[in-house]
């Protein structure tokens, strides 16, 4: 049951003395990985006050409305919402504030819904979803087991550098989701990570790490919990400031036992700079936005040979090393998948996504407007990719490479599969990049002005036959001849040419106007076809009579049009079926129709200049 907060609250308020992550209590949603980067961001007041802006109440100018504000792909956008909130027996469902009056989570959580479709959306997902939302950083990863010597540094570093940061424990199986252990950590789960220590203790320093679960309970129970003997063995006033007795879900713990315990570290970066680095640095971003499509950009890993190269492909130049005197540039690159969450209602999850980077070869240095193709792929092995393939919301790496060209291909696991996404790349130093892709251009055929004296014998006695007495082919007669002599081809698939397609082909070829084709250009028709028809069995690989949508894209070149990733997707739109493939007319109509649209632009642009201006009666 939705309800205005005053139908159960006589005296709501926005915030009460702060936004504290002891204000955020996990209710009956499965969204403990938002809380957890909720409660993360009440630790760094300059971008809780982004999130949740300033000068908002229940008293002053109240309207019913609140606004909120989140990073999504590359902006911040802006989420209104009203004042009702689930409730059931007079108690708010989901995620509710310590103090009973206080509702400032709770209206970020309804925000938070609104933006990815609705409650139910967040149910389950990575604390970095969260981060990376609230602040626009770049998440890493660590698996505990396979842990840097320095962890405790880093985490020192990130806590200095008011990163956010989260931890989860590895579910084995179903019935181990959020399983809880005999010292109450619990499996499957999403916990904060909200602070750092070094105390002495017996005589030597002991790593602390405070941790929170967001369910505002359920707290370690091993040393260094709330209860346990250790604090009694330190200096008093340490104690003092750190020591809290309160079951309000978070807790101290020791480093050893944290990494023995959790397996999972998410640490996101308000800057790309590596914690490991005392040192601060202004690093160069750039975003991407792009999309697979299946038939046109949809290629899948490395391990689909025959479809990885029709992948995005992005081209980034390392120009200067880091430090002088070495050969090593550092770059990080985080490849995001789009709207996953809003996908849900329709059935779909998050895809399994990464990465591989290849460096340009020399043929290619320097060189714009080229989408590499297959055999370049088939040649050439990886400089570096993506640590794995993982279906989560994004998947980042950092590298090291020499100075130079290198070419980044984003893509799912498997091919076929759909979807948004953007590309981000820091680098420590300045940088071109771009997305590579084919330049729109169509090397056409001389226009052939053919005598009539010039056609031998034999073709005139077929077209004699084929025209009648009238000497012409309309578009009945032409989809007559077509499809007759398709059909007597036994290696290639068609349904037929329709009317449509024969008429794009009279108005490309009639050099009358009269909507007709006389001999001349019925030749001239006829030899077109014959190059296609040789150009189509050339590059159906697998002799199955069609041209899958990968194969065609190759054909379409080999025939002289070279397309960018959008043009070609519309055209297998139009053009392919539901299991992606192209029959011989379809093959044929396309083509038809390109040259057909490449020649009444290029009569258009007088200048020459790749531009055309019309009127509304053009």
């Not at 279906?391 to 799912?412: D, H, K, M, Q």
Request: aromatic share 12%; glycine share 8%; charged share 25%.
């Amino acid at each position: 049951l939705l309800c205005a907060l005053q139908e159960f609250c006589t005296d709501p308020h926005f915030i009460i003395d702060g936004a504290t992550r002891t204000d955020i209590c996990q209710g009956a949603l499965g969204d403990c990985w938002l809380l957890a980067a909720i409660a993360c961001l009440t630790l760094n007041e300059p971008l809780l006050r982004r999130v949740v802006p300033h000068g908002q109440s229940f008293h002053q100018q109240y309207a019913g409305i609140f606004h909120f504000q989140f990073w999504q792909f590359g902006e911040w956008v802006d989420v209104v919402i009203d004042d009702r909130l689930p409730v059931r027996d007079g108690k708010l469902l989901f995620v509710h504030s310590a103090e009973g009056a206080e509702f400032w989570s709770a209206l970020v959580e309804k925000a938070y819904a609104k933006l990815n479709g609705c409650y139910e959306a967040l149910s389950g997902g990575c604390t970095s979803e969260g981060f990376e939302d609230f602040t626009g950083g770049v998440t890493e990863m660590y698996e505990l087991k396979k842990a840097p010597a320095n962890l405790f540094s880093i985490i020192r570093r990130a806590v200095e550098r008011g990163s956010l940061m989260g931890c989860s424990i590895d579910v084995t199986g179903f019935f181990d989701m959020e399983a809880v252990t005999f010292k109450k950590l619990v499996k499957g789960h999403a916990y904060s990570v909200t602070g750092v220590e070094e105390v002495e203790f017996k005589g030597n320093l002991v790593k602390l790490l405070r941790i929170r679960n967001p369910w505002g309970e359920v707290e370690w129970t091993g040393a260094w919990s709330d209860n346990s003997k250790e604090w009694n063995g330190i200096d008093p006033s340490v104690r003092a400031r750190l020591h809290n007795c309160c079951e309000d879900g978070e807790f101290w713990m020791s480093f050893n036992d944290f990494m023995r315990e959790f397996s999972r570290l998410e640490i996101c970066n308000l800057t790309a700079d590596a914690l490991h680095s005392r040192e601060l640095k202004k690093w160069n971003s750039s975003l991407y936005p792009g999309e697979w499509r299946r038939g046109s950009t949809a290629g899948g890993c490395r391990n689909y040979p025959s479809t990885f190269w029709i992948n995005p492909q992005y081209k980034i130049v390392l120009k200067d090393p880091d430090t002088e005197g070495q050969d090593g540039c550092s770059f990080l690159v985080a490849l995001m998948q789009k709207d996953r969450r809003l996908l849900r209602r329709e059935g779909k999850d998050m895809e399994t996504i990464g990465y591989a980077i290849y460096e340009v070869p020399k043929e290619f240095l320097g060189s714009t407007g080229v989408h590499l193709k297959r055999d370049f792929f088939l040649k050439h092995t990886s400089s570096a990719r993506s640590e794995l393939f993982i279906n989560l919301r994004e998947v980042s790496s950092r590298f090291c490479l020499p100075a130079g060209e290198y070419i980044i291909v984003p893509s799912t696991f498997e091919p076929h599969k759909e979807g948004d996404f953007v590309l981000r790349v820091f680098s420590e130093k300045a940088t071109d990049s771009e997305e590579l892709d084919d330049e729109l251009s169509a090397d056409l055929p001389e226009e052939i002005v053919l005598q009539e004296s010039e056609i031998d014998e034999g073709f005139k006695a077929l077209f004699i036959k084929l025209a009648g007495k009238e000497m012409e082919i309309d578009i009945p007669k032409l989809q007559m001849i077509l499809n007759r002599v398709v059909s007597k081809h036994k290696d290639i698939k068609t349904n037929g040419f329709e009317k449509e397609a024969c008429r794009s082909m009279i108005n490309l070829l009639d050099t009358t106007g009269k909507g007709r084709l006389g001999l001349t250009d019925f030749h001239v028709l006829w030899e077109k076809i014959k190059r296609y028809l040789a150009v189509f069995r050339e590059f159906d690989l697998d002799k199955s009579g069609t041209m899958n949508a990968y194969e065609m894209r190759l054909a379409i070149e080999s025939a002289g049009f070279k397309l960018t990733n959008y043009i070609f997707q519309l055209i297998i739109l139009r053009y392919a079926k539901p299991d992606m493939n192209v029959d011989f007319d379809s093959f044929v109509t396309c083509l038809i129709r390109l040259e057909s649209m490449f020649k009444t632009f290029k009569s258009m642009d007088s200048d020459e200049d790749g531009v055309v201006s019309f009127n509304f009666s053009q």
